[in-house]
């Protein structure tokens, strides 16, 4: 039987899960695949540390490149993460005829451009179902699957952490500090957990995405980002009572010949499937012109779940190898009815605003003054009870607004004398 | 560029999509596949009626062996449903050397086993994405995506006309009469509903997915199927007021080394994602080792919906041709910890229970004996207002208890002098 051989750069969980897999379902993936798939070299910094897998020592080196060179490599597969030195290697393996598997967001995010270019040229492929929601084959399917499909827009719950501290926020009704520290023991959280709760990582896997779906690699600058650490409990509960939850979405509109690319907390209704995914759970709904309205949901994140992707790029490219020639459903299409990425100043959205306002007669009077001038129209306002500081906090709910004026209207508003902090505003999605 | 033809045999509105989007996506699909995949005859009984695609007329046939003997096509697409001629022409088409499109359940479900393994020895493939949950890429995901996983059970909401019908009566409180009269307006039920509200129509894909998650074909008499033309309102709703909501789902649940296979209406408790399934939208719940719990969601018929997994399936299947090989992951491996079907009586669930009783003290008493007798224990008991009937609506809870033992017990109940209407029990899936 015909052995394809891979390299592994990164023994870390994943690594490990990957090596697992490989040895405890042989027989299984010989028998699908009609080969067998064989890691042959495994890098890393530590190569002493013990992992939950024994290895062979003569298997492994600190020297990626042992790896790179060996022509006896065909896959590389690279775990290592951040991007130097990892998109050398990649770039290397690629001139080196190797194909590659990675599940390195931060890395495609940023040079997707160039490394698939790099990857076509050499008539390689570079696979990486493991970057986005883990075990979710939502790569494959927005490729295959919805082949044919013209995606409206993808709403993503992609990062588990920020999903953890939302739902325990809203669930056992504590604070967002109190939700981070729960989320650390627990392991969701990392010590600096900023990429993650300020949306940087949501928004390197919302490029992904977008690239699977419009067939353009949106550069991170074109990508409006905000992350979670501002969202207060007060917001939380207001959110709830008017019927909806607090979720950090990944977003890839379409509307008209524009694209929308942001990342922000957002108010999605109770009735909403992505109200309901809880704690570190993953979800992507799809909205395409053919098959509709789709969801993709499961874990975003565990050893065995990103390695249960990495072993299915695996599959695939041994019949990739097998059949000599590219996948075409790996060929992305740029989406011609997309001319250009809209600015943040050009957004429309629905707002939730919240005021904390001195109680004075004349406030409200004073604030829609200001939202109408700038003509925003407001769909329902809540006066909430007194608080013990005195202050009053005003919820509104607001119709299809423009960023810009939305903005300028706050700024102004915030000026108000009877405004006392500066206001909230979270925007709201509906589809 | 070299062409892939295919022949189209059932010319109605699936088959029309087809064309459509074969026609308005020719260049993103040639992009794609670096193929062009054309329909070079359609065959149907009525080849006058107007459709919305307009068609040369030479295309068109009543003869099937028009295109089966056609050497030029490769593909056939059979839409024409039903078990002949249908399985006649996909086995001529398979000896003739073409490769076999089709959304049809029914005939995969009866007789999947021989069409593949005629298909494995001719060398061909079959592809059936369209023929469980429309357009969501479940088969392609079960097989590829998660091509490394074991799988603990599958539970799926694959009944658009069922789950119309039973959230219509949770969320507009009528009776199982008024929705499905509601669905026939709609055009979400056909004039003989049987087939899908009986619970048939989900075993023939429940089957499907068996064979995709388990690695064999189950024959029809050994799964169990329960159908909701029973439920009434008043369970639904006592359901709802308890935290769950009734569906129609399809499972295949692995026990020890038993396989479960059941369709039946199922209590599910209102924070599980399958619950807020509603409409004609279907769902598949996949529990998975290495993957986790995933779900996938989306409509679950539709014209454009089904095409675009037809149009999937013919995609992979240029790539087939091209390769001149089968597609690996086509490789169903049966999974050997799978020892038996389990018999319905040795199934294990929790119920949920309605006794109708004459309100006579003494009568929770002889129920709960008559319980206990069988080793069944109670949950929760709730005696509902009397009725203007005199009758008075006991429901319980079940702690898990095995099927035999349900069904002796409720018999001896049924005949003890207090209950006056055969007690309803409904099954309960927590996972």
């Given at each position: 039987m015909k052995r394809i051989n891979a390299g592994l750069i990164g023994f870390g969980n994943v690594g490990s899960g990957i090596i697992k897999i490989l040895r405890d379902r042989k027989a299984l993936l010989s028998e699908k695949t009609g080969l067998e798939i064989s890691i042959k070299k495994v890098c890393d910094q530590d190569i002493v540390s013990k992992r939950n897998v024994s290895l062979d020592k003569a298997m492994l080196t600190r020297d990626a490149r042992a790896l790179i060179n060996d022509p006896q490599i065909d896959i590389l597969i690279e775990l290592i993460g951040g991007i130097h030195p990892a998109k050398e290697f990649i770039i290397e393996a690629l001139r080196k005829g190797k194909h590659v598997v990675t599940a390195n967001k931060a890395l495609l995010a940023l040079h997707g451009q160039e490394l698939f270019t790099e990857a076509a040229d050499r008539?390689?492929?570079?696979?990486?179902?493991?970057?986005?929601?883990?075990?979710?084959?939502?790569?494959?399917?927005?490729?295959?699957?919805?082949?044919?499909?013209?995606?409206n827009g993808i709403l993503g719950i992609v990062n588990g952490t920020s999903n953890y501290i939302l739902s325990s926020m809203s669930k056992n009704n504590?604070?967002?500090?109190?939700?981070?520290?729960?989320?650390?023991?627990?392991?969701?959280?990392?010590?600096?957990?900023?990429?993650?709760?300020?949306?940087?990582?949501?928004?390197?896997?919302?490029?992904?995405?977008?690239?699977?779906?419009?067939?353009?690699?949106?550069?991170?600058?074109?990508?409006?980002?905000?992350?979670?650490?501002?969202?207060?409990?007060?917001?939380?509960?207001?959110?709830?009572?008017?019927?909806?939850?607090?979720?950090?979405l990944a977003i890839a509109k379409k509307e008209g010949s524009d694209l929308e690319i942001r990342v922000h907390p957002t108010l999605i209704p109770q009735d909403h499937l992505l109200s309901s995914v809880d704690g570190v759970f993953n979800a992507i709904y799809v909205s395409s012109d053919l098959a509709g309205n789709l969801l993709f949901y499961g874990p975003g994140a565990g050893q065995l779940s990103a390695a249960s992707a990495v072993v299915?790029?695996?599959?695939?490219?041994t019949q990739d190898i097998k059949a000599g020639f590219f996948?075409?459903?790996?060929?992305?299409?740029?989406?011609?009815?997309?001319?250009?990425?809209?600015?943040?100043?050009?957004?429309?959205?629905?707002?939730?605003?919240?005021?904390?306002?001195?109680?004075?007669?004349?406030?409200?009077?004073?604030?829609?003054?200001?939202?109408?001038?700038?003509?925003?129209?407001?769909?329902?306002?809540?006066?909430?009870?007194?608080?013990?500081?005195?202050?009053?906090?005003i919820v509104m709910l607001i119709h299809e607004a423009r960023e810009k004026n939305m903005r300028e209207a706050l700024s102004i508003i915030d000026r108000l004398e009877a405004i006392k902090e500066k206001s909230v505003a979270i925007r709201m999605e509906e589809a």
């Open positions: 008539g390689k492929s570079i696979y990486f179902e493991a970057s986005v929601g883990a075990g979710i084959p939502i790569i494959k399917s927005l490729r295959e699957g919805l082949v044919a499909n013209r995606f504590c604070s967002f500090q109190e939700a981070l520290k729960a989320a650390r023991i627990k392991g969701f959280a990392e010590k600096d957990p900023t990429l993650d709760i300020e949306g940087m990582d949501s928004a390197h896997k919302l490029i992904l995405l977008t690239y699977l779906a419009f067939g353009r690699f949106v550069e991170l600058k074109d990508v409006f980002i905000e992350g979670i650490s501002r969202i207060s409990l007060a917001d939380v509960n207001y959110a709830k009572e008017m019927g909806f939850e607090i979720k950090l299915s790029d695996l599959v695939d490219l996948r075409p459903t790996l060929k992305i299409v740029a989406d011609k009815t997309v001319k250009k990425i809209r600015k943040i100043d050009d957004f429309e959205s629905r707002y939730y605003i919240r005021f904390m306002a001195r109680d004075l007669s004349g406030v409200l009077a004073r604030i829609s003054g200001v939202l109408a001038k700038f003509g925003i129209s407001i769909a329902s306002v809540t006066q909430k009870e007194r608080s013990k500081t005195q202050l009053v906090p």
